[in-house]
């Protein structure tokens, strides 16, 4: 029965929270790019995997194609080297 009842008072409480933000235009989007992690892993042979290996050509090629397909002017603005 107290679970329940702390479950709910703390509840009510996040709930009657107030957030507060400044108004300076940061954060109206999400952060939108492409990260080498989530495709390539930790590919780093790059003369056995010379298309796909993590180096300097593979992150300008990845550059250049969000430029070219759109991503870009879709607000997809980085290029995350991870």
Known sequence: MAHTVLTVVVAVA???CVCY????????TPPMGWMSWERYRCRV???RYPNSCINE???M???DAMVSGGYVA???NRVNID
């Open 74 to 76: 879709a607000g997809y």
């Open 61 to 63: 090629r990845m550059a």
């Open 21 to 28: 933000g400044l108004d300076n235009g940061l954060g109206l």
């Open 57 to 59: 050509q593979l992150y």
């Open 45 to 47: 042979d790059c003369v």
């Open 14 to 16: 996040s709930l009657a």
